[in-house]
Each structure stands twice: as structure tokens, then as C-alpha cells.
């Protein structure tokens, strides 16, 4: 089953914090999230697996909650460069692939 | 190391047609996954191959078929084109599984008239 992403559409001012959040109805292996931006490709963010802690990278980190299947994405101090779609990807530990989320559109506003 | 990369980047084709995407991983990379993008509809799962072998596969119909070569480069190909095939066509590729991260190429993007 597809992850459910919330919100589905953020608008921020540069500086202002945000959270995305990304629920499984299934157990998790581990969660990956990625951003694409108008017209590209998704990039990697940043992987969280199972038993694993916290990930960070700059101001922009991640939790994953195994007992619930959640995982959030959090973007502090949000610069421009910030804006796109984010996707979480689920791992349910077989079937060779990930599951995507609709995404949540970020944009940050000067 | 060069990305992943995809061709052709652009397609119109009228519906009843058929299409051949292309895709070559990154080297050394030798799982191959393939993505349907629609707006709001974010990222559907099409297929998975590993050493020619698809290990996966979505929930499309049998019009969407795929190949992988021994050099790992991928197509996929889609039959009788209807209007909702219309959609930007990600190939992604890992080292080993689709469950790894993905590294996506710019995509396909395909217009059916």
C-alpha cells in the first residue's frame, strides 16, 4: 500500500520551520526521502532504517518511528533552495522495491 | 561517474501506438526500476530488474513490458497507447535492489494525443 504523506502542500517564509510526515499501514524495513524540484529528477535525501537513529543533513533531519511506521522530515530554517516536492519512500523489506507517497509541495517565499 | 540516462527525453505519439523507452544506469549499477509520474499521483512502481531478471512488477497492465540487457542498460515499451499513458517515465537505478536508494534519471516525459 502506498504511504500516506501529509500535508499535501506547504507554504513557508524563508527561515520558517516545516514538518512533512509519511505513514505506512505496513511494517517498515527502512524509509527513504527524496525531493524533486520543478522539472528534474528526485534526488536522494537521506535513508532511515530500522533500529536506526535519527539522520541529519544540515537543517534538514529525520525521525522514523517503527512501532507506528511513521517517519517525519523536518526542515528547520528553511532557505529557498528548499522548495520542490517531497517524496518518502517505504521499504517494506521484500519485493525489490520502494513505495512512494504523493508527495508534499514545499515552497518557500522570500 | 555519470548519472543515469534516459532516452528519448521527449514523445508525442497518437493513441494505438507503441513506444520504446530507454534507459543506462549509473555504471557498476545492476538493478534497473521504472516509475510512472502523473501529477498528484506521485511515483508508480512499474518494474524491477536485476541480471536481466524482472524480480518485480506494479500494478499496470500487460501493455507495459520492460527488458533488461546484459550490460544492465533497460527498456521499457508500452503497447497501444491510450490517452492516460501520458506521463513523465522515471528509470532509477542501485547497485543491487530496488529497495536501495534510487538514483533517477531525468526522465521520459510522454505525451499520447
Redesign the interface.
Known amino acids: 500500500q ?1 504511504p500516506v504523506q501529509s500535508p499535501q502542500a506547504v507554504i513557508l517564509r524563508e527561515g520558517e520551520d516545516a514538518v512533512i510526515n509519511c505513514s505506512s499501514s505496513k511494517a517498515l ?2 524509509v ?1 526521502w ?1 525531493r524533486q524540484k520543478h522539472g ?5 535525501l537521506m ?1 532511515l532504517l530500522k533500529g536506526g537513529e535519527q539522520k541529519g543533513h544540515e537543517k534538514i533531519s529525520a525521525s522514523f518511528n517503527e512501532k507506528k511506521q511513521q517517519s517525519s522530515l523536518y526542515l528547520t530554517a528553511s532557505q529557498l533552495s528548499y522548495s520542490g516536492t517531497y ?1 518518502c ?1 517505504t ?1 517494506g ?1 521484500s ?9 508534499t509541495l514545499l515552497t518557500v517565499n522570500p | 561517474k555519470a548519472g ?1 540516462t534516459q532516452t528519448p527525453r521527449y514523445l508525442i505519439k497518437t493513441r494505438g501506438q507503441q513506444v520504446t523507452l530507454s534507459c543506462s544506469p549509473i555504471s557498476g549499477h545492476r ?1 534497473v ?1 521504472w ?1 510512472q509520474q502523473t501529477p ?6 512499474l518494474f ?1 530488474y ?1 541480471s536481466e531478471t524482472q ?2 512488477k ?1 500494478n499496470f497492465p500487460g501493455r507495459f513490458s520492460g527488458r533488461q540487457f546484459s550490460n544492465s542498460r533497460s527498456e521499457m515499451n508500452v503497447s497501444t497507447l491510450e490517452l492516460g499513458d501520458s506521463a513523465l517515465y ?1 528509470c532509477a537505478s542501485s547497485p543491487m ?3 536501495e ?7 521520459t516525459r510522454l505525451l499520447v494525443l
Do not use: M, W
Not at chain 1, 528534474?40 to 536522494?44: I, L
Not at chain 2, 536508494?101 to 526522465?107: K, L
Open positions: 502506498q524495513y527502512s527513504h527524496y528534474e529528477a528526485p534526488v536522494f535513508i517524496f519512500g521499504d523489506g519485493n525489490y522495491k520502494l513505495t512512494f507517497g504523493k508527495g | 543515469v538493478s526500476s516509475y498528484g499521483q506521485g511515483l508508480q512502481f524491477e536485476f524480480r518485480n506494479g522515471l535492489s530496488g529497495r536508494t534510487q538514483y533517477f534519471g531525468p526522465g
